[in-house]
């Protein structure tokens, strides 16, 4: 049957027919990578070089470094600068320790955003004071396992990479040296780049969204080592609590599983903040291990849990699923005041092992949304 005569005959007009056909057209043009887009063509070194170059300094985690949702279709380069810390951190109430290892002293490493097309160049910086070697793999790059193979600096060394933006997104980025990939990744060494699309978010319709804030938060899934006892152990320096580390990570079950480096980082003083009519952006890394964000009390409007921007978000979620190895995002307009809690919704991991923080949220209270018709009281006959 011709398209025509098929359209007339399910009922719909050849108008209707023909916006239906731009509609899908449409969708499709904001589903697909946009290839042919000018900021996305190949460069050589002399044009790289005539493009224009952003210094972005870099902020500590829950925060990210400011940045804008739209910007024009001409490239960027952005620069950024990490450095590496060897640490010993705390990561319990009870005193427990770990010798972390961290990009910029922070678990996770600080979020770095750009956008689609931009060229993102990293300086990491290995003081000699640390004790090892490090380097650096990014999901969002093509080439060198992630440029894993370019960046193998010693304590005392220093390496830059670039790598074009080529795809929307959050994407994970982590130390990965050679023979020790798993247990630098355990110890601290993940983070999450966001590339935007230069056009900003879209809902699932194409209509454009906006976030008013937005929180990194880094989930890690720890292996402290215990003694006959069943105490965890405390050791000397990394390299003392190596061979425990990798026989408890050999196990498969975590002893903590923290956000942000330690139970409770974000509560009390760390708690992330939003007001009623406020729209947050929540992003959710774990470079090693599964986990499944909640928020209690409200939904994920939005969600990419895959984190891939040129696919249609996800809306109403309650509960959303991060890949052990990848990183997510879900947007959310607060709608009600009060102590909300953002979890992994396996409950023994949130509430025994640590994953869970608090988002403190001002404003006034909605009784069409919810009402205590009576409050609890004794059982009446
Ligand atoms: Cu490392």
Redesign the pocket.
């Known amino acids: 049957m011709e398209r025509r005569h098929f359209l007339k005959s399910a009922g719909l007009g050849v108008a209707a027919g023909t916006t239906l056909l731009a509609a899908q057209v449409q969708a499709r043009e904001t589903a697909a990578p946009k290839k042919n887009a000018p900021w996305m063509a190949a460069r050589t070194e002399a044009q790289i070089a005539k493009l224009e170059r952003v210094k972005v300094d870099l902020v500590a985690p829950p925060m990210v470094h400011k940045h804008e949702q739209k910007v024009g279709p001409e490239p960027r380069v952005v620069e950024f600068r990490m450095s590496?810390t060897e640490k010993e951190i705390v990561v319990d109430r009870d005193g427990t320790t770990m010798h972390a290892?961290m990009f910029d002293g922070s678990m996770p490493g600080p979020t770095m955003v750009v956008h689609e097309g931009d060229y993102l160049e990293l300086t990491l910086i290995n003081p000699a004071s640390n004790t090892?070697?490090?380097?650096i793999d990014f999901h969002a790059s093509t080439g060198a396992l992630g440029g894993a193979k370019l960046t193998n600096v010693n304590p005392g060394e220093q390496a830059t990479l670039r790598f074009k933006a080529d795809r929307t997104g959050t994407f994970v980025y982590h130390?990965?040296?050679e023979g020790?990939v798993a247990w630098?990744v355990v110890?601290g060494?993940h983070g999450t780049v966001m590339v935007l699309p230069r056009d900003g978010l879209k809902d699932s319709a194409g209509n454009s969204l906006h976030y008013d804030r937005v929180y990194t938060i880094g989930e890690f899934d720890l292996y402290i080592p215990r003694d006959e006892k069943g105490n965890f152990k405390k050791y000397g320096s990394s390299a003392e609590s190596y061979g425990d580390t990798l026989e408890a990570m050999r196990g498969l079950i975590p002893s903590h599983v923290v956000f942000n480096g330690k139970v409770g980082a974000l509560m009390g003083d760390g708690a992330m903040k939003a007001n009623v009519g406020e729209t947050v952006m929540f992003i959710h890394s774990q470079a090693n291990r599964d986990t499944r964000p909640h928020l209690i009390g409200g939904h994920g409007d939005w969600v990419w849990e895959l984190g891939k921007f040129d696919d249609p978000p996800a809306k109403n979620l309650e509960t959303w699923f991060i890949r052990g190895g990848s990183a997510g995002v879900a947007i959310y307009t607060f709608k009600q005041p009060g102590v909300y809690a953002y979890v992994n919704h396996n409950l023994i991991e949130a509430m025994e092992l640590g994953a869970a923080g608090h988002v403190l949220v001002e404003g006034d209270w909605n009784d069409d949304l919810m009402k205590q018709v009576s409050p609890p009281g004794p059982i009446k006959g």
């Open positions: 590496i290892m090892m070697p490090h380097n130390c990965a040296p020790s630098h110890q060494m």
